[in-house]
């Protein structure tokens, strides 16, 4: 190909809202074998709702609970936080936030904040265990089945828990057909449940090869990794716990409208319209233009 034609196929992608950062990437979007998805805000809208929030706690009060996961929410950027800060200045009977200190991030499991003097864990499984709580424990409360479960944790103590859902964008699905129409397999990434990728595996007609959940960054991006064995990879994200894998893939794509600014830094290729369709046209644009069509 020459430049001009690589030059129109780039204006073209961007034209359709896919950003490609240079000729490259374009000539390898030509070879990909394998197509990684992260779910949550990738092949779901990552708009959740709380279904259920309760207090497991005989001394801290549901009101309580509510104002320290909406004042400890309200300093993350992940889907599921607005959700819970909605939803706690919906149901608590005092909207006044709380002062948190020592906010910390922790990808793949949740959130820290400190209220009061106390250790505040907003998560999964995984941030229990940090707090220093035994996974029985968690197993003994009841569990929102096919919902992302959440768990609140005060030092190393179980006081809340929630369930919330998501839905899968609509497109995705398509998007899947189109790449194994191409010959791709495609598969999903998540640091959410397995119920929960079940149930996103579902929506999506049971149509993504390879499923793999509970990873935490550094596990996405070894199994980044192992695809690159069978071929060229591309790793589709948005979250701050995407950047690792984005970065091992051979194609970082990351979610413009929605993504973090680490995934849109990361990535080689922004999907500006959040329309995860757009990337079997591109690739099938790639092949086009490189004429590796078959
Ligand atoms: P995905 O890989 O599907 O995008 P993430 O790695 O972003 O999922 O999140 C994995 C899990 O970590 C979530 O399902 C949730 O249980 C927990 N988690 C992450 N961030 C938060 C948060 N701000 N509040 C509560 N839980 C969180
Ligand atoms: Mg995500």
Redesign the pocket.
Known sequence: STPVTIFCALSKAAATGLLIKGGDYLELLAKIKTVAF?????LTRGEFMVIDFQSVSDEISLNTLLCWVSSI?SK?S?P??AA?VGYGSLHSIESKPENVEDFQ?F?????FGKIDGKDIY???WR?GLRAGCQRRSLDAVQQTSGK?N?YIFCGATLVGRFGLSDTCRSGAAEAIEGLKELGIRSAM?????NA?AMLAWDQLDRSLEIIHAE?LPEE?AKFIEEFKKDGPTAMVG??I??ALALAKADIGISMGISGSTLAMETGDIILMSNDIRKIPNAIYLAKRTFKKLV
């Open positions: 992260d779910k949550t805000g990738t929410e993350s992940h599921m936080a819970l991030t990808p793949g499991e949740g959130v907003i998560g999964n941030i992302t959440g990434l998540t640091g959410d449940s929960a990873l996405k948005d979250g716990n995407d």
